[in-house]
């Protein structure tokens, strides 16, 4: 009980919005563990800013556009239903908190733990189960395919069509540059400005 008023004090009222809306406690706290295990194992991952940062960018703004144009250029309906900025109040220091660990999670924590992972381990795993001897942006078909499919299952299912091609221009990213660090920019270019984009769209359910 005490817990539940003190959230509302806190939180504009909505003192049992843990309950009701766990996301606005379950992302900070994937942030936050995300975060302290990069933080820990940082030295192991040996990631530098790639010679053709080029690429990445380009292809980070692609696929933003990927994302965005049934809303933006098509005519589908927007997508308001999702993680709302203004959960907590559209100003102040819980509104701050709210928008600024989700940019946080968007465009640092999602992009080095999955590309570390999809780009940086499975890809190269799938060839060879001694993935380190296996060379960034080494190419089968098969591991394509599983990463692009798995990148497309850890989205939402209206998100699923964008997913796949993002997926397969991410494993492009790493065949050009052979750099996970060129994947991490990539995807980090695609999630902040995709996060600029709802944030002045309102369209919170495209994160």
């Given at each position: 009980?005490?817990?539940?008023?003190?959230?509302?004090?806190?939180?504009?009222?909505?003192?049992?919005?843990?309950?009701?809306?766990?996301?606005?406690?379950?992302?900070?706290?994937?942030?936050?563990?995300?975060?302290?295990?990069?933080?820990?194992?940082?030295?192991?991952?040996?990631?530098?800013?790639?010679?053709?940062?080029?690429?990445?960018?380009?292809?980070?703004?692609?696929?933003?556009?990927?994302?965005?144009?049934?809303?933006?250029?098509?005519?589908?309906?927007?997508?308001?239903?999702?993680?709302?900025?203004?959960?907590?109040?559209?100003?102040?220091?819980?509104?701050?908190?709210?928008?600024?660990?989700?940019?946080?999670?968007?465009?640092?924590?999602?992009?080095?733990?999955?590309?570390?992972?999809?780009?940086?381990?499975?890809?190269?795993?799938?060839?060879?189960?001694?993935?380190?001897?296996?060379?960034?942006?080494?190419?089968?078909?098969?591991?394509?395919g599983v990463v692009v499919g798995g990148f497309?299952?850890?989205?939402?299912?209206?998100?699923?069509?964008?997913?796949?091609?993002?997926?397969?221009?991410?494993?492009?990213?790493?065949?050009?540059?052979?750099?996970?660090?060129?994947?991490?920019?990539?995807?980090?270019?695609?999630?902040?400005?995709?996060?600029?984009?709802?944030?002045?769209?309102?369209?919170?359910?495209?994160?």
């Amino acid at each position: 009980m005490l817990p539940g008023l003190a959230a509302g004090w806190l939180f504009e009222g909505r003192g049992y919005w843990w309950a009701d809306e766990p996301r606005y406690w379950v992302c900070p706290l994937q942030t936050l563990v995300g975060g302290a295990l990069l933080i820990r194992y940082w030295r192991y991952l040996a990631l530098r800013l790639p010679a053709r940062a080029w690429i990445a960018v380009l292809i980070g703004v692609l696929a933003l556009v990927i994302w965005i144009a049934p809303q933006a250029f098509l005519g589908f309906a927007p997508r308001r239903d999702g993680f709302d900025a203004g959960y907590f109040g559209d100003h102040g220091w819980p509104y701050a908190l709210n928008t600024g660990l989700r940019f946080v999670r968007l465009v640092i924590i999602v992009p080095l733990v999955e590309e570390i992972f999809w780009r940086g381990f499975l890809l190269r795993y799938l060839i060879d189960d001694d993935f380190t001897e296996v060379p960034v942006g080494a190419f089968s078909w098969l591991s394509f395919g599983v990463v692009v499919g798995g990148f497309m299952i850890e989205h939402t299912f209206p998100d699923w069509p964008a997913a796949i091609l993002t997926g397969a221009l991410f494993n492009l990213v790493a065949y050009r540059t052979r750099s996970v660090s060129a994947c991490v920019l990539a995807h980090a270019v695609t999630n902040l400005l995709l996060g600029l984009y709802v944030m002045h769209t309102g369209q919170w359910g495209f994160w």
